[in-house]
């Protein structure tokens, strides 16, 4: 019973196979999965909308959106239907075919990374040998449409918002692939089913997840750094900072090509957190082997969710940082830190099994992480702030 | 040669044609990814996945981007209003003809001494990474010293004249 819940939808998916002709089976299944993967992450991002200005609505002391169905949870429905019914407005100036074509490209290349996440026992579309390259490459191809919009759009808050989002996710996809390179390392393989299965076992009842190893730790932290900046969220997200830019990249998008950029954004950070839980914190697995009775996908979607909850928790406390702290803190503080925890890995691996290998390699980054903050911080003047009202 | 290669090569043809054919310089630049794009399909068509994801991480995703900043940050980037050749067309296709005979000579020449109906496996990650760091680490070596003096040489570049780090 308990084993059939964990694999419901893969044999649900099996019945409705078995109505095809034998030859057409193999097609069906990809194509079921494929619609699975399109209607639930859409569903998820409707939900997520809400959970969003809701939960920023707590953070900043008022109610939210309250006003359709009961407590506001109809709402997506009504955002939905408006930017449906809107008039899709195209500037006359603006180029046309990259105008129409650049919010398609995002959604495509964002949907695409969702092929070879690991969302639960023998839930994975693509099991590909390279499956983390492929979706790093997937990854790195949304920064075009970033720009297609904002060049096409002739607008120049848009060109400026597009360059600035590009510059952004450029600098800072060096740290995302380095961060995620001492994983590889220590699993020995891209096949992100072989890293989930590389973390998936207990000892005295305690999970071997990255997460709970010093160069786990430190790679998470630049992975979460990394993939804030990556998908534009505060406090980076100078690429559509209100208050300068109207709305970045997308100031002359309306209706539902502006919903699909929104779209294209909610879903780089599902996909982009579902990878962070396969990487660090054992995709589908259960945290305690007394836990293993709880289906995988609902750990995999708990967990995805839960990062979801620090990004929204994250935008409503954390101020925008200014573009010259954006770059400085890529490349002078994240990046060597990257590299030292790629080395601190190796490190580990042949100091082999023991006490040594904890003590040396937390040493390491936690020096490394101290003696770099006050290097930087050396030269500014840090004191209190001095408040100035209209003098 | 199945459905799959004729599309990614139909795709790499045109977008590479477009990327030659086109007036505005912007367009000419998106075309191009649209050539990378059919050459990672291609590549992918062949059970080569590194080489394939790689096109895409490191053309579409990096090499594009940089080309594209380069038409927006230098002069003339205007879109010209008396077609988009120059008046040394002939010399540049040319060379590129000859080009384009003499590999297509060397490819055709090469087939005929290779074994034929040779069992083409697919290579995957792990073996090219076992190659790179155990057989070619030397090589490896060379170009990460090359690529890490030309990234030294661009900072030193970007330096204001008078040293002052900015």
Redesign the interface.
Known sequence: MIKNLDQIFLLFEHWIVSFLPVAWRPMGAIILSVLAIISIFPALFALTTVFERKGLGRIQNRIGPNRVGPLGIFQPIADGIKSLTKEDIVPTSA?GV?HFLAPIVQVLAVFMGFAVLPMGRNMVLAD???GL??Y??????T??SV??AG?SSRNKYSLLGA?RA?AQM?SY?VTLLLSAVPVVMIAG??SLTKIVAAQNYYTHGLPHWYIFTPWGLAGFVLYAIATTAETNRSPFDLPEGESELVAGYHTEYSGFKFALFFLGEYLAMFSISGMGATLFFGGWAAPFPFLEWIPSWIWFFSKLMLSIFVFIWLRGTLPRLRQDQLMNFAWKFILPLCLLNVLVTALWHFLGVGWERWVFCSLILALAYVLMGLGGMRGMKVGPRRYRYAE | MNIAFYVSAVLTLAGALASVLLK?K??CA?AL?VAFTGLAFLFLNLNA??AG??E??VY???V??LV??AI?LIKGSETPLHGAFSRSWPIGATIAAGIFALLGWAVIESASHLPKNTPTH?V???QIGQALVYRYVLPLEVVAILLTVALIGAVIIALHEDGRTQ
Do not use: K, P
């Not at chain 1, 790093?136 to 191809?141: H, I, L, N, Q, W």
């Open positions: 180029d990259v590909m040998d390279a390259l492929f790093f490459s997937m990854g790195a191809s920064e075009l720009f297609m060049w360059m590009v450029i996809e393989s891209l | 505005n912007v367009h998106l990814t996945q590194f994801f790689a895409i991480m579409v995703g990096a594009a981007i594209v900043f927006l697919a995957t990650v792990d």
